[in-house]
Nanobody
Framework: QVQLVESGGRLVQAGGSLRLSCAAS????????MGWFRQAPGKEREFVAV????????YYADSVKGRFTISRDNAKNTVNLQMNSLKPEDTAVYYC???????????????WGQGTQVTVSS
């Protein structure tokens, strides 16, 4: 079992930066791939970024590539999402998730956090 708690979401102006964190409980955190997903109002949840168990491999959605950076600290059981050059279209609830495979498919993720709201004003 893995429990995930996101934090760091808030209101920010376009062009600004935010750092989201996800704290995980459980001794097996380092064995999971960790992903970030987001859901904007009226839209389906979509993939943002993923990092493999060791942190050696990352993958991003085209919409955030070059602006967002995912990282993890297995000693602290945390995964972070550094978001720069934020745009109004980045407004969404952001979720972290733990899964067996480092993919962009939600079905590969077994554990989800409750989400943190990011609002980007224009």
């Amino acid at each position: 079992q893995v429990q995930l708690v996101e934090s760091g979401g808030r209101l920010v102006q376009a062009g600004g930066s935010l750092r989201l964190s996800c704290a995980a409980s459980g001794r097996t955190f380092s064995s999971y791939a960790m992903g970030w997903f987001r859901q904007a109002p009226g839209k389906e949840r979509e993939f943002v970024a993923v990092i493999n168990w060791s942190g050696s491999s990352t993958y991003y959605a085209d919409s955030v590539k070059g602006r967002f950076t995912i990282s993890r600290d297995n000693a602290k059981n945390t995964v972070n999402l550094q978001m720069n050059s934020l745009k109004p279209e980045d407004t969404a609830v952001y979720y972290c998730a733990a899964g067996s495979r480092a993919t962009n498919y939600q079905r590969h993720y077994s554990y989800w956090g409750q989400g943190t709201q990011v609002t980007v004003s224009s």
